[in-house]
Nanobody
Framework: QVQLVESGGGLVQPGGSLRLSCAASGSILSFNTVGWHRQAPGKQRELVAVVFRGGATNCVDSVKGRFTISRDNAKNTVYLQMNSLKPEDTAVYYC???????????????WGKGTLVTVSS
């Protein structure tokens, strides 16, 4: 079975850094996209950053300049490096892999169980 497992969450102070990992049970390149999503209490789950199979990346405006998504193909792992953390970054962070044949085709989604990031002094 396809599995994605997040790790690296924890408690950090404002201004601190944390690196999250998303490890795939198989090849990370079996996914067209691998993205990081987060959900804070009382808020909608939002996409934070995504890396495409070809290596292109994107992230939301609220984390640009602070967060970086990257991929290590040899380790079948996608990372989210989070710097200059703010209390509003506190959320459960989820890893999601997507597979699709083309842009209009139905997509297969694979979600990790999430890892909690708490930014507080």
């Amino acid at each position: 079975q396809v599995q994605l497992v997040e790790s690296g969450g924890g408690l950090v102070q404002p201004g601190g850094s944390l690196r999250l990992s998303c490890a795939a049970s198989g090849s990370i390149l079996s996914f067209n996209t691998v993205g990081w999503h987060r959900q804070a209490p009382g808020k909608q789950r939002e996409l934070v950053a995504v890396v495409f199979r070809g290596g292109a990346t994107n992230c939301v405006d609220s984390v640009k300049g602070r967060f970086t998504i990257s991929r290590d193909n040899a380790k079948n792992t996608v990372y989210l490096q989070m710097n200059s953390l703010k209390p509003e970054d506190t959320a459960v962070y989820y890893c999601k892999g997507e597979r699709y044949s083309d842009y209009l085709a139905p997509r297969e989604e694979y979600w990790g169980k999430g890892t909690l990031v708490t930014v507080s002094s």
